[in-house]
């Protein structure tokens, strides 16, 4: 294992400690509002806290971008951070959110740990190396068709001048497959096409620590990450598709049509 990927894992695994065990009071957090619909709390500061001094221990000159205190430093290795992805499942007490650090180099992720603290389930990645689930490679589905797919997407929320049109692209989509899931956390949809339990995904306006350590699981499962243009422009526009060969350009040829030349570029 590569030392960069096994810091970022206890880093992960500490600050999933922090996110459990503050469960029992949550109703006791502080929340602020960062904007629409977008919330932080004193459990995402702490995560955060403890992730970047894991890191700076080890790699005191990397620099750092994480949601919540921002950019920190200038390398060309950074580390994004996700420290809480889904806090407002978490503060609903729904079971589904996700620790997210992934190791950029250059501009290209190299290095991806999405951690489950719930379920203790641990994806991992590194370039090259292929993508785990605790010990178990992973591999994305093989479906050809989206005739009887699970697909995951997520909703405009802090973007409503974007509403029309992705409702538009779910209509397209979900009228070809078995069902769609909008669960909440962008983090752990990609790991879960990573790990073949949903067939593909799309969203609109992602940040890059929504999607770093995501976008590397899914493309070491075999997978394929494009931006709603085909290319690979996604960590500056936040727009994704996602799948296996077939099923993500499908996705994309569905949407398409409904989008606007704002979210095509």
Same mark, same amino acid.
């Given at each position: 294992?590569?030392?960069? &990927?096994?810091?970022?894992?206890?880093?992960?695994?500490?600050?999933?400690? =922090?996110?459990?065990?503050?469960?029992?009071?949550?109703?006791?957090?502080?929340?602020?509002?960062?904007?629409?619909?977008?919330?932080?709390?004193?459990?995402?500061?702490?995560?955060?806290?403890? =992730?970047?001094?894991?890191?700076?221990?080890?790699? /005191?000159?990397?620099?750092? &971008?994480?949601?919540?205190?921002?950019?920190?430093?200038?390398?060309?290795?950074?580390?994004?951070? #996700?420290?809480?992805?889904?806090?407002?499942?978490?503060?609903?007490?729904?079971?589904?959110?996700?620790?997210?650090?992934?190791?950029?180099?250059?501009?290209?992720?190299?290095?991806?740990?999405?951690?489950? /603290?719930?379920?203790?389930?641990?994806?991992?990645?590194?370039?090259?190396?292929?993508?785990?689930?605790?010990?178990?490679?992973?591999?994305?589905?093989?479906?050809?068709?989206?005739?009887?797919?699970?697909?995951?997407?997520?909703?405009?929320?802090?973007?409503?001048?974007?509403?029309? /049109?992705?409702?538009?692209?779910?209509?397209?989509?979900?009228?070809?497959?078995? #069902?769609?899931?909008?669960?909440?956390?962008?983090?752990? #949809?990609?790991?879960?096409?990573?790990?073949?339990?949903?067939?593909?995904?799309?969203?609109?306006?992602?940040?890059?620590?929504? &999607?770093?350590?995501?976008?590397?699981?899914?493309?070491?499962?075999?997978?394929?990450?494009?931006?709603?243009?085909?290319? #690979?422009?996604?960590?500056?526009?936040?727009?994704?598709?996602?799948?296996?060969?077939?099923?993500?350009?499908?996705?994309?040829?569905?949407?398409?049509?409904?989008?606007?030349?704002?979210?095509?570029?």
């Amino acid at each position: 294992m590569h030392p960069m &990927l096994n810091i970022a894992i206890r880093a992960a695994r500490s600050a999933g400690s =922090i996110i459990v065990r503050s469960l029992q009071h949550v109703e006791h957090l502080e929340v602020t509002t960062k904007g629409r619909n977008d919330f932080v709390t004193d459990v995402d500061r702490l995560a955060e806290q403890e =992730i970047i001094n894991a890191i700076k221990k080890a790699y /005191p000159d990397h620099a750092i &971008l994480a949601e919540e205190s921002g950019k920190q430093g200038d390398n060309e290795i950074m580390w994004v951070i #996700d420290p809480l992805d889904g806090t407002t499942n978490y503060l609903h007490g729904f079971p589904h959110y996700c620790v997210s650090i992934a190791v950029m180099v250059r501009g290209k992720t190299e290095h991806a740990v999405i951690y489950d /603290p719930l379920r203790d389930e641990l994806f991992s990645a590194s370039r090259g190396g292929g993508a785990k689930l605790n010990d178990r490679r992973l591999r994305v589905t093989k479906k050809k068709e989206l005739a009887g797919t699970l697909i995951a997407t997520g909703f405009p929320f802090k973007y409503p001048q974007h509403l029309t /049109p992705y409702l538009a692209t779910f209509n397209a989509v979900f009228l070809q497959v078995a #069902d769609v899931r909008r669960a909440g956390s962008a983090a752990l #949809d990609l790991a879960y096409v990573a790990a073949g339990r949903l067939d593909g995904y799309w969203e609109i306006g992602l940040e890059k620590w929504d &999607l770093a350590a995501g976008i590397l699981l899914v493309e070491e499962a075999g997978g394929v990450v494009t931006d709603f243009a085909g290319g #690979d422009n996604y960590f500056n526009q936040g727009n994704l598709v996602v799948g296996n060969l077939a099923i993500q350009q499908q996705i994309l040829d569905s949407i398409t049509p409904h989008l606007t030349e704002e979210l095509k570029k």
